[in-house]
């Protein structure tokens, strides 16, 4: 599986920002997540959905700002980011547990392929 992330950027406080994950290879029962990490801090877990139902997860600091959603034909998980506050600049990383057999939607070791990462950054 191979995972090309995009649409990262710059964008003021309150703004807005979608990005996307195009997956190549099989999808059917895996997990699709998102994850970013901040300077000088560690990689930490920011969304989660099951392919197959759409079953959904997210961090607690992004729930009600956040939506991860699924384009099944394209093969595309999006991360629609809304209300951005400074503290959500990073580097989001998407990643695939392609079994779908992960122990847990929120650690990094459930994951199998990561994409590239992209930055975004939110101005005060």
């Known amino acids: 599986v191979q995972l090309q992330a995009s649409g990262g950027g710059l964008v003021q406080a309150g703004g807005s920002l979608r990005l996307s994950c195009a997956a190549s290879?099989?999808?059917?029962?895996?997990?699709m997540g998102w994850f970013r990490q901040a300077p000088g801090k560690e990689r930490e877990f920011v969304a989660a959905?099951?392919?197959?139902?759409?079953?959904?997860y997210y961090a607690d600091s992004v729930k009600g700002r956040f939506t991860i959603s699924r384009d099944y034909a394209l093969k595309t998980v999006y991360l629609q980011m809304n209300s951005l506050k400074p503290e959500d600049t990073a580097v989001y990383y998407c990643?695939?547990?392609?079994?779908?057999?992960?122990?847990?939607?929120?650690?990094?070791?459930?994951?199998?392929?990561w994409g590239q990462g992209t930055l975004v950054t939110v101005s005060s």
């Open positions: 990643a695939v547990d392609q079994a779908g057999s992960g122990s847990s939607r929120q650690s990094q070791a459930s994951y199998d392929y």
């Open positions: 290879g099989r999808t059917f029962n895996s997990y």
């Open positions: 959905l099951r392919w197959s139902g759409g079953n959904t």
